[in-house]
């Protein structure tokens, strides 16, 4: 089992910065791709960027692109998303997920209670 836990959320205004981080514990040797999601109110969760453990490719969606950057501290086992030039349509709950497998785009098997960020115009 793995456990998510994600610290960082708060108010922030638009333009400015927030970073997330995602501190996994349990049995993470399974773990091989990491993700951040985030769900605005009365919308659907939606992908946010993911990191592959070994070859450290990140992936982002198009939203998140040019302004978020995904990283990872292997020593402390936390993964970070560096979200910059927020906007207020980034407000959501921010969500860490951890997969398994290397295929970003699949389910992922683990979740963090998930932190929120919200973005003051």
């Known amino acids: 089992q793995v456990q998510l836990v994600e610290s960082g959320g708060g108010l922030v205004q638009a333009g400015g910065p927030l970073r997330l981080s995602c501190a996994a514990s349990?049995?993470?040797?399974?773990?091989?791709?990491m993700g951040w999601f985030r769900q605005a109110s009365g919308k659907e969760r939606e992908f946010v960027a993911a990191i592959i453990r070994w070859t450290d490719s990140t992936y982002y969606s198009d939203s998140a692109k040019a302004r978020f950057t995904i990283s990872r501290d292997n020593a402390k086992n936390t993964v970070y998303l560096q979200m910059n030039s927020l906007k207020h349509e980034d407000t959501a709950v921010y969500y860490c997920?951890?997969?398994?497998?290397?295929?970003?785009?699949?389910?992922?098997?683990?979740w963090g209670q998930g932190t929120q960020v919200t973005v003051s115009v």
């Open positions: 997920a951890a997969r398994r497998g290397t295929n970003w785009k699949s389910e992922y098997d683990y």
């Open positions: 349990g049995s993470i040797f399974n773990i091989n791709a």
